[in-house]
């Protein structure tokens, strides 16, 4: 019973231990040599286990690991929408041993929202690599009236604000992307905020209390495959690989580009030796074969950009979000 | 009898020495993360998920699926032996199974408890195999307005966990619904009591609050020479459920199944709505619901059998819709996809015998479940041999560890600190705490539904007006509201002896 208690007890300090361990790191001048020898590096991810960034995570991590030459631990912080971890993460010591994975709008969206009070800058953070871009797409029920986008960007203009349609919750990236779509198509779509998530959208979906479903492609995909929802068009400048049938917006002649995108970054200010270490070992783990097509079986389409290409890229986010922003804010 | 020849192939499959090693594997480390508070199923299998990546797919879904309602088995056992709920959906448990602990009846609760999830979580797996397909199209006709209707059911239970005073019992179900508004409102982004921190934005973690206000004030109100017969050594023989106990505990058996297994299949709930509702329905209908909260076996029976039915029930979704109705679920889901498999019709099509191997699995996991943790009764409740001012110093450390490993963070070890004292404060003003869990369960439940319905019907209450569905749960609702005052329960007698104090 003794012995029990006693392995109670290890395995309770072991986890603590695991815990804490990476968040030890002390040294100011991390530079040439690092990683440092058995020094290990935090994956911060600022969403629950199990979700599209998580996943991502963990599917690099090893990958991670063998370029590195280091532990390379994956640590959950969520919370309100990754405000929690996004400002860990930009709080940490710029010294290459914390990273974390980010998704965008939240990392965009988040500091630019007052309301939110966050305690991060955009600046504060450091782009290192983008993973992939998950466009959004908008679907109708499987026996829906709405042929094609237009039908359906019609009806919503001669019935203002009856139409429905998803969100994952109060500007999230969904509930932008209707806003874009309302402003640039003069259509009214009506979002309905699911808080819970896209599990939770789709299943009111499928269960026809709401018309409309807009969601990214990785969560919609199989909707579509089992014949209950039909995507009527991808929120982007090309078609999707995995859905080569549906138009884009472009192509119905609407300007309407969105996207979710997830990469990773660092606190701002990194030694520019630990930085190019970071994101050569990033590169090499995003494009690795076995991570590549693990993905794909997700749905993710792996879209690699370096440092600079993800910073413009989450420029050009920023600069489209701060247009509709007013659209979206709680009234 | 297609149905029952796949199966059979799949007991085949499921059989072999690797697949049960890996369900027995399974079955235990979810016991073992269930007896840890704080880790519960989600994090469980998250963290899990790495550790199956190079198995094969049946291999690594079964000890997953394992895993899953292993938990469910294993945060019971510190609910009942030291009133520190392993995990959110045995939190209501500990309220009887505690108080069983303390008249040396801990060997029987734990024995209940694992038969109870046994039945159970076998019963809803037959559900999954008989009738997967119409039920779970069942779960798409609950949408917000019904989920809301289904919610405001849950929260009239109130009435029946309210012992001797309403006021109280009031008070207590407010507390919780306030505790439960902290952070950032669901819809429109708002921070709500959060005084400015970072920290609250998220809310407080449930786990640590009800490990906070029932196993951290339990021990600070501890005082020597007061209260020393807190717990009493089984003997052998105490071990064993006596025919009474297990004559009382069948109807509960029986009623925690078909709750568990009903709310299973709603998108959305969760286990601890499950056992919530299943000791408030042993609190209404039990022939012995005088005795409930003084170490009565249905308090340990319906809610034990509830969290595993709704466990197996929500495969159900899963596996006919691709909806993950939990986020424990939603976890496991994304296992699945990391092998390759997508859940939902398309998995029988395509994948006909791994589908039938893991259903099967789930049988012979419920098996083992009873078979490894049955004999471990006795080694579990010898803990309690160790001597008491020991014994508490390792609860609390294990409440510690517990509270940090929810996110890795000392915050939430602040507080369950904070809703130890809380707790605390509640027992002298003698303000019962199960209304409090229940507000705290059901009240985000309650607001979100309550908005998605609205968003829907662009602002209209008629929404709950209309639909059939949410008319009669809300008239149920009503009824249950309405039952003390029409005296439909308890006799005065029986009134000036109830427990919960």
Known sequence: ?331 | MDVLNELMMGFAEAMTWQNLLFAFVGCLLGTVIGVLPGIGPVAGIALLIPLTLNLDPAGSIIMLCAIFYGTTYGGTITSVLLNTPGEAASAITAIDGYQMTKVGRAGVALTIAAVGSFIGGTIATVGLVLAAKPLGSLGLLIGPPEFFALVVVGISLLVALAGRSMVRALISGALGLLISMIGIDPVMGAPRFTFGMDRLLDGVSFVAVIVGIFGLSEILSYRPGKNQTVTQTPGLRALLPTRTDWKRSTPAFARGTGIGFAMGLIPGMTGSVSSLLSYGAEKKFSKYRNELGRGAIEGVAGPETANNAHANGALIPLFTLGIPASPTIAVLMGAFLQQGLTPGPTLFAEHSTLAWTIIASLFIGNVLLLVLNVPLVGLWTSILKVPYPILAGLILMFMVVGAYTINFSVFDVFVMIIFGLVGLGLRRLDIPLAPMVLTLVLGPLMERSLRESLDISHGSFSIFFDRPITMVLLLIALVIVCSPLLKLRKPAALVAEDPES
């Open chain 1, 1 to 331: 019973m003794k012995r029990i208690i006693t392995a109670v007890a290890v395995g309770a300090l072991t986890l603590a231990a695991a815990g804490c361990s990476a968040s030890g790191a002390s040294t100011s001048n991390a530079g040439a040599d690092f990683p440092k020898n058995g020094k290990s590096v935090e994956l911060l991810v600022s969403f629950s286990p199990g979700g599209p960034v998580d996943t991502a995570a963990r599917l690099i991590q090893p990958v991670l690991e063998k370029e590195l030459g280091t532990n390379v631990e994956v640590v959950n912080k969520p919370g309100a929408g990754g405000q929690i971890g996004y400002t860990s993460l930009a709080n940490a010591k710029p010294d290459g041993y914390t990273i974390g994975a980010v998704g965008s709008p939240s990392i965009v969206v988040i500091p630019m929202d007052e309301a939110r009070g966050a305690a991060f800058k955009r600046e504060d953070l450091q782009p290192l690599a983008r993973q992939v871009v998950d466009p959004m797409v908008i679907a109708v029920q499987a026996d829906s009236k709405y042929k094609n986008l237009k039908d359906l960007l019609e009806d919503s203009k001669a019935k203002p604000g009856s139409i429905n349609a998803t969100t994952t919750g109060q500007m999230g990236g969904e509930h932008f992307a209707i806003a874009q779509i309302n402003e640039a198509t003069g259509a009214e779509l009506s979002p309905v905020h699911f808080s819970e998530g896209a599990s939770q959208a789709s299943t009111a979906f499928l269960g026809k209390h709401v018309d409309v479903l807009v969601g990214n492609i990785s969560e919609v995909i199989d909707l579509q495959k089992q014949g209950k929802a039909k995507v009527l068009g991808v929120m982007d400048k090309e078609r999707a690989e995995v859905l080569p049938d549906v138009p884009t917006f472009s192509e119905e002649g609407y300007d309407v580009v969105a996207a979710t995108a997830r990469g990773y970054a660092a606190p701002a200010g990194l030694p520019e030796d630990v930085a190019k270490k970071l994101e050569a070992a990033l590169q090499a783990a995003i494009e690795d074969e076995s991570v590549v097509s693990k993905m794909d079986n997700l749905g993710l389409t792996t879209s690699y950009q370096d440092s600079a290409e993800y910073g413009k890229f989450w420029t050009k986010q920023e600069a489209d979000y701060k247009k509709v922003l007013p659209l979206v804010q709680a009234k």
